[in-house]
């Protein structure tokens, strides 16, 4: 099939799914509004002719922002996934996968165990927190493997975050068991939500955001040529180590700001990259604005299903994420095994 007949077959679909979605996010919920109000109250907001006094405009205004941020949250997971896997030629690699989530992880639960609940508008300090660990653990991962001088190998890399992560992971649950009052406040932070979030929060992603999705779509081409080998990157007269370096460096910037703002959400940067390449392959320059698509798609529903799953209560967007993805993938490996992927 070529290239064309791809996208026609994926886009289209996905964009109409996508804003589907989107409509059934903004009207289901604690409480339900009908489709025609939906509609009429969202012209409203665009025309700006909408009050305060309508509860249909308020409750649109909270559930516009959280749409659109599980919307970006997921896009930005998704595409990293893609770039990951691409870089490290790994169909099991994921953008939490050189450390960088466990590194946020760890942050934000020391920010909730010291008790720092200083915020200014769309920052806490749980989130500055999050976002600067993700960050410190990448740059680790790349110290300890010595990118920074070109000597770093996909395999060194990948055992390099695979054992930050595991010391992260055995960090956070030290402080959790000498501060048991926080615990349910980290377990929940840890899961991931979008409950409280808004404009604040939204406002910091979109720049991170924006500048990891530019980024990924700039290195299409090395993806592609890595995915043939390290080689292929050398004959284009680029060192492996550096590119290494430069791409993921970009999307652990995009990966710390979203776990930062929803927490550790997992799955849809391992799943989504693998059911776009059905549709448009795996050519880079359509598969990480597809896999955007599918990731957004994903964890907008993941995020409508925790709210209304089982009302009143919120259920955590990591744990209905990881209970649709790991099914899925654990069907498709015993079906077909890796090279179903």
């Known amino acids: 099939m070529t290239a064309k007949k791809y996208n026609s077959v994926f886009f289209y679909p996905a964009l109409l799914l996508l804003m589907l979605i989107i409509v059934l996010s903004l009207s289901l919920g604690a409480v339900r509004i009908p489709l025609w109000d939906t509609f009429r109250a969202i012209g409203e907001i665009i025309s700006k002719k909408s009050t305060e006094s309508d509860p249909y405009i308020v409750i649109l205004n909270l559930r516009i922002l959280r749409t659109m941020l599980a919307g970006i949250v997921g896009a930005s997971l998704a595409s990293a996934g893609a770039v990951f896997q691409g870089l490290f030629r790994n169909p099991l690699a994921d953008p939490y996968i050189i450390g960088t989530s466990s590194g946020s992880a760890f942050g934000a639960v020391l920010a909730i165990v010291l008790g720092w609940t200083v915020s200014i508008p769309g920052f806490s300090a749980i989130s500055a927190m999050a976002f600067l660990g993700g960050i410190i653990a990448t740059l680790a991962v790349y110290l300890i493997t ?55 929060e939204l406002l910091v992603l979109l720049i991170p955001a924006l500048l990891g999705f530019i980024a990924a779509l700039a290195s299409s081409r090395i993806l592609d040529l890595f995915s043939a080998g390290d080689e292929s990157v050398i004959m284009l007269g680029l060192d492996p180590g550096k590119a290494r370096l430069v791409i993921g460096a970009a999307m652990a910037l995009t990966i710390s700001a979203s776990v930062s703002t929803a927490g550790s959400i997992g799955f849809i940067g391992l799943i989504a990259p693998h059911i776009a390449r059905r549709f448009v392959g795996p050519v880079h320059k359509w598969l990480i604005p597809a896999s955007a698509v599918t990731g957004a798609i994903m964890l907008i529903a993941a995020d409508l299903t925790a709210r209304t799953l089982v009302p009143p209560v919120e259920l955590p967007v990591g744990a209905v994420t990881a209970l649709i993805g790991a099914p899925y993938f654990l069907y498709k490996i015993s079906k077909h095994g890796l090279r179903s992927l």
Request: hydrophobic share 50%; charged share 10%.
């Open 146 to 200: 010595g990118v920074f001088g070109s000597r770093g190998d996909t395999v060194t890399l990948l055992l390099a975050g695979t054992a930050l992560s595991s010391l992260f992971s055995s960090l956070i649950a030290i402080l959790v068991a000498i501060k048991d009052k926080q615990l349910h406040q980290a377990y929940f932070w840890l899961l991931g939500s979008f409950s409280g979030r808004g404009l604040g």
